[in-house]
């Protein structure tokens, strides 16, 4: 408990080196370097304020270089440029408290080493681009490609190698009663570093696009283009155990299918992306008004960390135990009766593959769980239409108005820890919202007619018994959509009499139905095996309001003075329900996805959005002062003084992790089905109230804003010859 400090030790190298081979060719070299140091990051679980010990967080270093190489080649109204990215980062974590168990005890902490902890990632990233440009008439026309490719190397994520224990009380804690255990196992007879090591992988990219500026008239351009992008992604490392899966999305037979367990992650070689523009002025030559639309359809890559691995999904050559001691696995003993043999670690090495875990090993690790991708797996692609207008009212001083609509499609559904889609369920039925009822195995369990090993009781009802029924089958597809609109008025003055300035206001929505993994430090996936639309609401990067500006001003003596300032409404603040209502036991590391229901006096009842409340708004304001100094012909020396939260703003944010629990009562289960119903809530909740677990705040304000820091004050000198 207390303060510790974090330590970060930083360290850049930059290099810039032109050419002018002849009057025709250019050769620029542009190098950077980089070192970051860090000791105490917590990986999410906020750096300022925590529930993390010292001891729970972790020690890393990420380096890297990369270089950027062109060549230009200019004659007359000819220009091609060969541009080529050399890229590679290491990413070694270590944990601060080395091998020991990580314990958790709910309202007091965390220490031990962290459970994703140690890890390992270097990756590297190799680009070569081609632009030809030929101006002719009243045409401006351009066409080129590209080839992108990333690789992932030494690619180590041995999860819960020292197990992890989770304590409901001190008291739990104090009389070595856990309600949780976890343990990560190598199979095959591999430690279980090395099972969880892989391969080297590739994703592969080629782009190629024309476009074409035309002066249609002297007040009228027009631009158009196409571009096509295809995509190949790294496979399974290993095959994939299990049967049968569901693919696709919807009703089962009316979107859904059950089909044999796909091997393979789909590339995407249909990314076909139009382009079309207009710039028209419609006002004086000397005060242009200027009316601008443009729609393309872009797309964008899927990063290669969801994609099924050996490790994350394949299930061929390691496994984790998710024990409940209700279930009779214990640790330590198999009396499911405290105290326990605590700490235990299990061994961490099996000779078994993943084809005879069910069998071997079921009263302690259980059948294999699965991660696939879907066969319609695609690449995310956003629809965008921008309209607006721009006024320039004197030679400095100009206003805009613009419009943009974003309708985003094939964004992720499931295909992380923290956005689980879990579809080895057998539905018998839907709720009146819409929701799968799930079936259950009974009290006594079912037998599996594939290899005769006995599932469960009281588990839910799967589609493979040869796949473990708690999260068994989890599933990377890309059927989710959103939808952002942005209005955005500004005012900008250019440079001159010695200073420039600029103010923006932005009113926006951000909705969706797409999981929350990487957007903010919330972990949503889709709460139905089946029907994601019920899902469609205010997504974590929902913005409304937002107001920016900044100033640039040269001072006497040579000084120059600079200051921004940024505020905005709060960010949309989760609410976890405290129940897993349709018993997929999907909690996406910590929390339950499924929505709790709400009932307003009389009025009808319906599903409580993943974002019912808000962050508190947030504020800062920084500046610069700046001073150069001539030393003689060749060199120069600048003097920076850096200011940053001037106002020592405070930017409180709730850490969800700790306190975005809604508490549920009166839950009753549904017959024949591991799903259960609760008691409605009566308002919709709002930070502060007591309406968390057993009665805690929700929505408590325990640490700094993402992007927010305290005041703080940077000094700084840079010699350039």
């Known amino acids: 408990d207390g303060p510790h400090p974090q330590f970060q030790d930083f360290f850049t190298l930059l290099g810039h080196y032109d050419y002018q081979i002849t009057p025709a060719n250019h050769f620029s070299i542009r190098g950077l370097g980089t070192r970051n140091h860090t000791r105490g990051f917590t990986g999410g679980h906020g750096q300022s304020e925590t529930f993390d ?94 080839i992108n490719s990333f690789v992932d190397r030494k690619d180590v994520f041995a999860g819960w190698s020292a197990g992890r224990y989770n304590f409901a009380s001190l008291a739990d804690f104090d009389n070595l009663n856990p309600d949780f255990f976890f343990q990560g196992f190598g199979l095959n007879g591999q430690d279980v570093f090395t099972a969880n090591t892989l391969k080297p992988n590739y994703q592969n990219g080629l782009g190629l696009y024309w476009q074409d500026k035309w002066q249609a008239r002297p007040r009228l351009t027009v631009t158009y283009g196409l571009r096509w992008d295809g995509t190949w992604n790294p496979q399974p490392q290993t095959p994939i155990p299990g049967q049968q899966v569901y693919t696709g999305v919807g009703p089962i037979g009316h979107g859904t299918k059950i089909s044999p367990v796909p091997q393979h992650t789909p590339n995407d070689f249909g990314q076909w992306g139009p382009r079309v523009g207009v710039a028209w002025n419609v006002g004086e030559t000397s005060h242009p008004t200027v009316l601008r639309a443009a729609w393309g359809l872009y797309y964008a890559q899927t990063p290669t960390i969801f994609f099924p691995q050996a490790s994350n999904g394949g ?100 295909g992380f820890s923290t956005s689980q889609w879990q579809r080895n369920l057998v539905p018998v039925g839907t709720d009146q919202f819409g929701r799968a009822i799930i079936g259950s195995t009974g009290v006594n369990g079912i037998p599996c007619p594939a290899n005769g090993v006995p599932v469960f009781g009281f588990s839910p009802l799967p589609l493979d018994c040869t796949l473990t029924p708690f999260s068994g089958a989890l599933s990377l597809a890309s059927f989710s959509h959103g939808v952002y609109n942005e209005l955005v008025v500004a005012v900008n003055k250019r440079f001159g009499h010695h200073w420039q300035w600029f103010a923006n206001y932005t009113w926006s929505r951000n909705f969706s139905n797409d999981s929350s993994e990487r957007d903010t430090d919330t972990f949503f996936g889709t709460q139905d095996p089946f029907n994601i639309n019920i899902d469609y609401g205010r997504n974590g990067l929902d913005i409304t309001h937002q107001f920016k500006s900044g100033v640039s001003a040269e001072l006497p003596r040579g000084f120059n003075w600079s200051s921004n300032f940024i505020a905005h409404s709060g960010l949309p603040s989760p609410a976890y329900s ?128 993402p992007g927010a820091f305290p005041f703080a004050a940077q000094f700084g000198a840079r010699f350039s010859f």
């Open 53 to 146: 010990s010292i001891l729970d967080t972790e020690d890393f270093v990420n380096q890297g270089m990369s270089g950027v190489f062109a060549l230009t080649t200019a004659r007359g109204r000819k220009v091609n440029e060969i541009r080529a990215l050399l890229e590679y980062e290491g990413r070694k974590r270590h944990p601060i408290f080395s091998g020991a168990p990580e314990i958790s005890i709910a309202g007091n902490g965390e220490f031990g080493q962290r459970f994703y902890l140690p890890a390992n990632n270097d990756n590297g990233k190799l680009q070569v681009q081609d632009n030809f440009s030929y101006s002719f008439a009243k045409h401006d026309m351009k066409v080129g490609g590209d």
């Open 315 to 414: 299930g061929s050559r390691s496994t984790t135990l998710f024990c409940n001691p209700a279930f009779f696995c214990s640790p330590g003993d198999f009396t499911g009766v405290a105290p326990f043999d605590v700490p235990y670690t299990y061994q961490s090495t099996y000779p078994f593959g993943s084809n005879d875990v069910c069998a071997q090993l079921e009263f302690t690790v259980g059948c294999p769980s699965i991660e696939y991708a879907d066969p319609a797996l695609r690449n995310p692609r956003v629809s965008n239409l921008t309209v607006g207008v721009e006024h320039q009212f004197t030679s400095e001083w100009t206003v805009s108005v613009n419009y943009a609509y974003m309708y985003s499609s094939h964004l992720k559904t499931g």
């Open 578 to 705: 405290s129940a897993d209502l349709n018993g997929d036991t999907v909690v996406n590391q910590f929390a339950n996805n499924d929505r709790p229901v709400v009932q307003i006096g009389s009025g009808q009842p319906f599903l409580l959005t993943r974002y019912p409340a808000r962050q508190p708004d947030f504020f800062t304001w920084d500046m610069r002062l700046s001073k150069d100094f001539k030393l003689g012909e060749r060199y120069n020396l600048r003097l920076v003084a850096d200011i940053f939260n001037v106002t020592n703003r405070g930017n409180l944010y709730s850490n969800a992790d700790n306190s975005g629990y809604v508490g549920l009562s009166g839950c009753t289960p549904i017959a024949n089905s591991v799903s259960q119903t609760c008691a409605p809530l009566t308002a919709i909740p709002k930070q502060g109230q007591a309406i968390g677990l057993n009665g805690a705040i929700y929505g408590v304000l325990d640490e700094i804003s």
